[in-house]
């Protein structure tokens, strides 16, 4: 390392010190805290960054945002240059650079990882990191922060984007990697024109039925919102009502937003009796995660909850259709097929119903262990792979090789037969890669595809949400002496340790008609999560219950003073 950039690096630590006592780790959020302890921590991360850039010779982001936490929190991660999350095989590093609490400690760990990693920190090389940053208040003096740590790396060069959602900054690492334009409005055109090309492919007997195509949407005080006031005036199809815009006073994420709606099932604040049974859509406060829902009475806050569960059934019947118009045998004389592999990633968390809805519906559905990087990482494998978490957080994933043949599908029958129902479906196929976000789950475009195929079927939410009744679920925690007692296996499902544990678990599950559990440990504190779903909510509670006394039994504090 030169002594220049030693000594850029030792002055730039100086600034910043970690607080004392406070040990963050890196996850798929990336780091998350109360805001007013995050400075270090993001400076830090700048300077990771840039580390990241020079490794890989490509652009990567950094964006500062805590998601769905409360408004006084915030955070920081990095896009990899695939626009996904950071490599996992970073994130120890990440930490132990977090926590590292003299600027000589602090320079001893670059310099060995550099050095491990064989990255060019000489300032010959150029590194470039794309920056940005949801509504928080405390945003923009992170920003500086990380521009700081950043600034403290030769040759790395910061682009500010402002205030983005976390997908828009996915989106355009992804882009600028792939020698695509990555701006805001780049963004903005291609999902709605996407959009535009999907509803012009709408089916003429569905186009005539009338349906309406009003959404009133909430932006939980966030990015979001702000955001999709932006794209609303680029459509012309779709009516989007938008509420809690971050314009009106109300606080990010307070009332508001995919999880509170999700996690609470009621209606978000702005919304009233007024709205009984109109479609409704709520975002998180940085627009990654999506949920739909419909208030079935005036006289209740209780809400008809449409999740992340039926969001990926409706997309994966709608792509499952596509593809079987393709690959119709016998209508043309092209020798030409390819029979994509579709494939429906789940985690243990998913409604047994939608997983036994997806089964039946003739769909390859695989389990990982929670977690998004495990959904998308399994997604890649497959030719067409779609991913959803219950929370609304989900994406489509298309292979290069599959969209390279469906282009050149699409010209032969372009040739053949234009205007057939095959090109037609070669077309959607083609624009709902171009709509989805393939970086990572994106609220806005997921909207935009939820909308056009409600449009193409004629459906209303209502008809949406019949596809299948979700059973009856519980979650518990239970306080432990020690998490890591317990080891899981198959996608989390069984567990393989403390022994004995898990024949426990399957005996009084049996107990129960549907009945279905399991237990994980949590990635942040000392308890084991339980899980059970039943025929009824009381034989849910009750079986979540009791699995939580044979936890208790195993691991609590109980059994420690045996």
């Given at each position: 390392?030169?002594?220049?950039?030693?000594?850029?690096?030792?002055?730039?630590?100086?600034?910043?010190?970690?607080?004392?006592?406070?040990?963050?780790?890196?996850?798929?959020?990336?780091?998350?805290?109360?805001?007013?302890?995050?400075?270090?921590?993001?400076?830090?991360?700048?300077?990771?960054?840039?580390?990241?850039?020079?490794?890989?010779?490509?652009?990567?982001?950094?964006?500062?945002?805590?998601?769905?936490?409360?408004?006084?929190?915030?955070?920081?991660?990095?896009?990899?240059?695939?626009?996904?999350?950071?490599?996992?095989?970073?994130?120890?590093?990440?930490?132990?650079?977090?926590?590292?609490?003299?600027?000589?400690?602090?320079?001893?760990?670059?310099?060995?990882?550099?050095?491990?990693?064989?990255?060019?920190?000489?300032?010959?090389?150029?590194?470039?990191?794309?920056?940005?940053?949801?509504?928080?208040?405390?945003?923009?003096?992170?920003?500086?922060?990380?521009?700081?740590?950043?600034?403290?790396?030769?040759?790395?060069?910061?682009?500010?984007?402002?205030?983005?959602?976390?997908?828009?900054?996915?989106?355009?690492?992804?882009?600028?990697?792939?020698?695509?334009?990555?701006?805001?409005?780049?963004?903005?055109?291609?999902?709605?024109?996407?959009?535009?090309?999907?509803?012009?492919?709408?089916?003429?007997?569905?186009?005539?039925?009338?349906?309406?195509?009003?959404?009133?949407?909430?932006?939980?005080?966030?990015?979001?919102?702000?955001?999709?006031?932006?794209?609303?005036?680029?459509?012309?199809?779709?009516?989007?009502?938008?509420?809690?815009?971050?314009?009106?006073?109300?606080?990010?994420?307070?009332?508001?937003?995919?999880?509170?709606?999700?996690?609470?099932?009621?209606?978000?604040?702005?919304?009233?009796?007024?709205?009984?049974?109109?479609?409704?859509?709520?975002?998180?406060?940085?627009?990654?995660?999506?949920?739909?829902?419909?208030?079935?009475?005036?006289?209740?806050?209780?809400?008809?909850?449409?999740?992340?569960?039926?969001?990926?059934?409706?997309?994966?019947?709608?792509?499952?259709?596509?593809?079987?118009?393709?690959?119709?045998?016998?209508?043309?004389?092209?020798?030409?097929?390819?029979?994509?592999?579709?494939?429906?990633?789940?985690?243990?968390?998913?409604?047994?119903?939608?997983?036994?809805?997806?089964?039946?519906?003739?769909?390859?559905?695989?389990?990982?262990?929670?977690?998004?990087?495990?959904?998308?990482?399994?997604?890649?494998?497959?030719?067409?792979?779609?991913?959803?978490?219950?929370?609304?957080?989900?994406?489509?994933?298309?292979?290069?090789?599959?969209?390279?043949?469906?282009?050149?599908?699409?010209?032969?029958?372009?040739?053949?037969?234009?205007?057939?129902?095959?090109?037609?479906?070669?077309?959607?196929?083609?624009?709902?890669?171009?709509?989805?976000?393939?970086?990572?789950?994106?609220?806005?475009?997921?909207?935009?595809?939820?909308?056009?195929?409600?449009?193409?079927?004629?459906?209303?939410?209502?008809?949406?949400?019949e596809l299948y009744q979700d059973l009856p679920s519980r979650q518990l925690k239970v306080k432990v002496v020690d998490r890591t007692a317990v080891a899981t296996a198959n996608a989390e499902t069984v567990a393989i340790s403390p022994p004995g544990i898990?024949?426990?678990?399957?005996?009084?599950?049996?107990?129960?008609?549907?009945?279905?559990?399991?237990?994980?440990?949590?990635?942040?504190?000392?308890?084991?999560?339980?899980?059970?779903?039943?025929?009824?909510?009381?034989?849910?509670?009750?079986?979540?219950?009791?699995?939580?006394?044979?936890?208790?039994?195993?691991?609590?504090?109980?059994?420690?003073?045996?």
């Open positions: 390392m030169k002594e220049e950039q030693r000594l850029l690096l030792l002055h730039s630590s100086s600034l910043f010190f970690p607080p004392q006592g406070v040990k963050l780790s890196y996850g798929t959020a990336g780091f998350r805290a109360d805001a007013s302890i995050l400075k270090s921590t993001v400076h830090r991360v700048g300077i990771l960054a840039a580390l990241r850039s020079l490794k890989t010779q490509s652009v990567v982001g950094l964006m500062i945002t805590a998601s769905h936490n409360k408004v006084t929190d915030n955070g920081v991660k990095i896009v990899d240059p695939s626009g996904g999350m950071l490599t996992q095989e970073w994130e120890p590093f990440a930490d132990q650079l977090a926590s590292a609490q003299t600027p000589e400690a602090f320079l001893s760990l670059i310099t060995e990882f550099v050095e491990k990693e064989k990255i060019p920190l000489d300032g010959v090389q150029s590194a470039g990191i794309l920056l940005g940053r949801d509504t928080r208040p405390s945003g923009e003096s992170l920003l500086e922060a990380a521009k700081q740590g950043i600034s403290s790396i030769l040759g790395a060069i910061a682009l500010d984007l402002g205030i983005l959602t976390t997908p828009q900054l996915h989106w355009m690492v992804r882009a600028r990697n792939k020698g695509m334009k990555a701006t805001e409005p780049a963004y903005f055109e291609q999902i709605s024109s996407s959009f535009r090309c999907l509803v012009d492919l709408i089916p003429n007997e569905t186009k005539s039925s009338k349906m309406d195509n009003t959404v009133v949407v909430d932006g939980a005080d966030g990015v979001g919102g702000e955001k999709l006031e932006v794209l609303k005036s680029m459509l012309t199809s779709l009516v989007i009502e938008v509420r809690n815009t971050g314009k009106g006073g109300g606080l990010l994420n307070d009332g508001v937003g995919a999880d509170y709606v999700q996690k609470e099932k009621v209606v978000p604040r702005g919304f009233c009796s007024n709205d009984v049974g109109l479609r409704c859509a709520s975002l998180d406060g940085d627009a990654d995660r999506l949920v739909y829902f419909s208030l079935p009475t005036s006289s209740s806050r209780k809400i008809d909850l449409v999740d992340g569960d039926k969001i990926l059934s409706l997309f994966a019947l709608f792509i499952k259709e596509q593809l079987s118009i393709l690959t119709k045998e016998g209508t043309e004389k092209l020798d030409n097929s390819y029979h994509a592999r579709l494939g429906v990633i789940q985690t243990a968390y998913a409604n047994g119903a939608s997983t036994d809805y997806l089964k039946q519906s003739g769909l390859e559905v695989i389990f990982t262990p929670t977690g998004v990087k495990h959904l998308h990482e399994k997604a890649a494998q497959f030719d067409i792979g779609i991913y959803f978490e219950a929370n609304g957080h989900g994406t489509i994933l298309f292979s290069e090789s599959w969209l390279s043949w469906l282009e050149a599908r699409n010209n032969e029958l372009g040739l053949a037969s234009e205007g057939s129902e095959q090109q037609k479906a070669a077309l959607r196929l083609l624009s709902v890669s171009k709509l989805i976000n393939q970086a990572v789950g994106d609220a806005l475009s997921c909207l935009l595809l939820v909308e056009v195929i409600l449009q193409h079927k004629g459906w209303s939410i209502h008809k949406w949400n898990q024949e426990a678990i399957d005996a009084e599950t049996a107990k129960y008609p549907k009945g279905r559990c399991f237990i994980r440990p949590s990635g942040t504190e000392d308890v084991i999560r339980v899980y059970a779903e039943a025929s009824t909510q009381e034989a849910a509670d009750s079986l979540a219950g009791s699995v939580a006394k044979i936890v208790d039994r195993f691991l609590g504090f109980s059994s420690s003073q045996q």
